[in-house]
DNA sequence: GACATGACGGCAC
DNA sequence: AGTGCCGCCATGT
């Protein structure tokens, strides 16, 4: 059995990395961005956004909005991930999200926080 | 097994 | 305020 070759994660017994950040970032709103950090911190690995960013590159753009998710700086450090240079900020615009123009998004604006305590 | 790398962040200078 | 270095976790060579 080809077994799962998925990080077991000593910070996440139970489901795997990649799943965690995942269902994190599908939470996130249309029209709305989180950050690296923010993730991680969820994920109790603050020191380690980078994880996130790498889980997120083995991430099924069909499935997981990773265009959602910026660095701290709201950079679209991912963009290169993508199809085309510019298929990121244009899911983005296409969702309402407003950038500034130096072209990094409008955290003021369309930060998203997950709110634990509902 | 060691070393280098990565969609980052924080802190020091 | 801008630049640089280190940390942190997992992966590939």
């Given at each position: ?8 994660s000593r910070?996440?017994?139970?489901k795997?990395?990649?799943e965690?950040?995942?269902e994190?970032?599908r939470?996130i709103p249309a029209g709305?961005?989180?950050?690296y ?8 690995i603050?020191s380690?956004?980078?994880m ?7 991430a099924d753009l069909e ?6 998710v910026v ?7 991912g ?6 240079p ?5 899911m983005?615009e296409t969702e309402g ?7 990094s998004?409008n ?7 997950f709110?634990?305590?509902?």
């Amino acid at each position: 059995m080809k077994k799962n070759t998925l990080p077991s994660s000593r910070t996440n017994p139970g489901k795997t990395f990649y799943e965690k950040v995942y269902e994190l970032v599908r939470r996130i709103p249309a029209g709305k961005v989180t950050t690296y950090g923010i993730i991680a911190e969820e994920l109790s690995i603050r020191s380690a956004a980078r994880m996130v960013g790498w889980a997120l590159n083995h991430a099924d753009l069909e499935t997981v909005p990773a265009h959602r998710v910026v660095n701290r700086n709201g950079e679209l450090t991912g963009k290169g991930h993508f199809p085309t240079p510019d298929t990121m900020r244009r899911m983005l615009e296409t969702e309402g999200v407003s950038f500034r123009p130096d072209g990094s998004v409008n955290l003021e604006r369309h930060l998203f926080r997950f709110t634990r305590s509902l």
